[in-house]
């Protein structure tokens, strides 16, 4: 099965910085791979996804990067603000028809500091 | 609608209860999930169902039951539960299986064996 690798488990910056979030998976396989958001006692929540026909993609603040040879991709997260202190949790699935849900990460506990 | 919708918030259940767990979606998914998180972990996939069967179960002990009566509705019965099986119990559907188009998670039901 699908296994994903995730680091750093805790990443401090300072607020205005900038943050990168990297993860590996192992089955060629996955072609889709998304990121979640988690605060303390809610729901994970989607905050950008790539698919494995695209290298990189963009959502304001937030870029998401695929490198399909050596599986691994990546969450950039630009001008920090206090409001992105969470969990972060990356996941990787195979879209394609086979019927599995999405593997994460053990997720990074990022910590804006003002 | 574009939310999935769990009951109830917070469940506290001794070990020789039968309780469910219930998850509704109005989005025309066809691909429902169960996902169980402890704390400052990822969540980690239990079960899936594809088009109302039962696609993916993850060696999940058979105290846990899940029924998907129709392509809205998935539970999750509960029997004889362990301490350890307090936990948060995650519902997610998407378009697909895989995580495809518009995988979406409930707010979870918070559930404690005593």
């Known amino acids: 099965g699908e296994n994903v690798e995730q680091h750093p488990s805790t990443l401090s910056v300072q607020e205005g910085d900038s943050a990168v979030i990297k993860c590996t998976y192992s089955d060629s396989a996955s072609n889709y791979f998304p990121w979640y958001k988690q605060e303390l006692g809610k729901r994970p929540q989607l905050i950008i996804d790539?698919?494995?026909?695209?290298g990189e993609k963009k959502d304001q603040r937030i870029a998401v990067t695929l490198n399909k040879t050596a599986k691994h991709f990546s969450l950039h997260i630009t001008e920090t603000q206090p409001e992105d202190s969470a969990v972060y949790f990356c996941a990787a699935s195979n879209s394609g028809g086979g019927a599995d849900g999405l593997t994460f990460g053990k997720g990074t506990h990022l910590i804006i500091q003002p | 609608d574009t939310e999935v919708t769990q009951t109830p918030k917070h469940l506290v259940m001794g070990m020789t209860n039968k309780k469910s767990l219930k998850c509704e979606q109005h989005?025309?998914?066809?691909?429902m999930y169960w996902y169980k998180q402890k704390a400052k972990k990822p969540p980690e996939l239990m079960f899936v169902y594809s088009y109302e069967k039962l696609s993916i179960n993850e060696s999940v002990p058979s105290r846990f039951s899940p029924e998907c009566p129709n392509s809205s509705l998935l539970n999750l019965h509960l029997h004889a539960l362990q301490p350890e099986d307090s936990a948060l119990y995650l519902c997610?559907?998407?378009?697909?299986?895989?995580?495809?188009?518009?995988?979406?998670f409930g707010s979870g039901t918070r559930l404690t064996v005593v």
């Open positions: 989005m025309g998914h066809r691909a």
């Open positions: 997610a559907s998407s378009q697909r299986t895989g995580g495809g188009l518009g995988y979406t």
């Open positions: 790539i698919r494995s026909n695209v």
